[in-house]
Each structure stands twice: as C-alpha cells, then as structure tokens.
C-alpha cells in the first residue's frame, strides 16, 4: 500500500505565502504522477497542479502564476509553493498520486487565508 502525509498547511492573510510538502512511503513506483488537488466548503474538489516523475508539470487556470509544484523523487515527496493566497484559496488541499492503475489520496491539510 501506499500513504501520503501532508503537511505546511495553516492560516495566512491574504498576500502571503506557504509551502505544502506531501511525503509518499510505501510500494512506489518510479513512474508515477503526485500532486495537489483542493477542495473548498461547498465545492467540488478541483485540480491545483500535477507533476510526472518525469517532470511532466500541469497547472489549474486560476492558480497559474501563483503556485509552483516541484518534486524530490528521490525522497518520494511533492511540493506546492503557493505565492500572493487570496481568500479564494481557502480550502482542503490534498495530495494525490497516481501509479499504474491506482489512484492515492492524502487526508488533507487545512488552508485559509484571512483577508
């Protein structure tokens, strides 16, 4: 199996900055996808940014320009910097990885921007 543990979350007034970190352990896979997905109170949950073992990076249309993804393979972890945080961003963020035919979810980490 695999696990996901997410991390960096908290509470920032709008303007700020934070920096997300999701650690994969478990049987992994070299070639795998990690990445953030969020969701807010009443919303579905959406993409924020994805990136391939192989530096494959794909990033959400309302996050572009604010947010950076980047992954250290070789400690199977992924993470989200988050520049200039709206209200907007308020939200779940949770850590996805896709492997072969399985799809893995962190529990989340709790983000909310003050304005």
């Known amino acids: 199996q695999v696990q996901l543990v997410e991390s960096g979350g908290g509470l920032v007034q709008a303007g700020g900055s934070l920096r997300l970190t999701c650690a994969a352990s478990g049987r992994l896979f070299s070639i795998s996808v990690m990445g953030w997905y969020r969701q807010a109170p009443g919303k579905q949950r959406e993409l924020v940014a994805v990136?391939?073992?192989?530096?494959?990076?794909s990033y959400a249309g309302s996050v572009k320009g604010r947010v950076t993804i980047s992954r250290d393979n070789a400690k199977n972890t992924v993470y989200l910097q988050i520049d200039s945080l709206k209200p907007e961003d308020t939200a779940i963020y949770y850590c996805?990885?896709?492997?072969?035919?399985?799809?893995?979810w962190g529990k989340g980490t709790l983000v909310t921007v003050s304005s």
């Open positions: 990136r391939s073992s192989g530096r494959t990076t």
């Open positions: 996805n990885l896709k492997q072969g035919t399985m799809d893995y």
